[in-house]
């Protein structure tokens, strides 16, 4: 059965940093781009950032860009996000996701297997 598992989130006062982690089991995604979305109340999913199968190349959102790093350790079948400087409008529910190839894809139409999600909130 694949899996991919987030950990790292909780509740952070703005200009915080959390780093979230996403471990895959089931099947290595070694040859696929992984990703992370975000979904805020009331709001849809929203892309966050992408990283290709090497790690050479990775894509953000314009709301994150500059503060959020996206890595990824393909031996341990995981990847992170590193969020700095966070903004109470950081505040969602972070999703990974893997894709379905091995190129950086923005739309979760191009991922095929999701984690369960962790809960961001950062506070005034």
């Known amino acids: 059965q694949v899996r991919l598992v987030e950990s790292g989130g909780g509740l952070v006062q703005a200009g915080g940093s959390l780093r979230l982690s996403c471990a895959a089991s089931?099947?290595?995604?070694?040859?696929?781009?992984m990703g992370w979305f975000r979904q805020a109340p009331g709001k849809e999913r929203a892309f966050v950032a992408a990283?290709?199968?090497?790690?050479?190349?990775?894509n953000y959102a314009d709301a994150v860009k500059g503060r959020f790093t996206i890595s990824r350790d393909n031996a341990k079948n995981t990847v992170y996000l590193q969020m700095n400087s966070l903004k109470p409008e950081d505040t969602a529910v972070y999703y990974c996701?893997?894709?379905?190839?091995?190129?950086?894809?923005?739309?979760?139409?191009?991922?095929?297997?999701w984690g369960q999600g962790t809960q961001v909130t950062v506070s005034s």
């Open positions: 996701a893997a894709g379905k190839a091995a190129a950086v894809v923005t739309t979760p139409y191009n991922y095929d297997y």
């Open positions: 089931g099947r290595t995604f070694s040859s696929n781009a």
């Open positions: 990283i290709n199968w090497s790690g050479t190349s990775t």
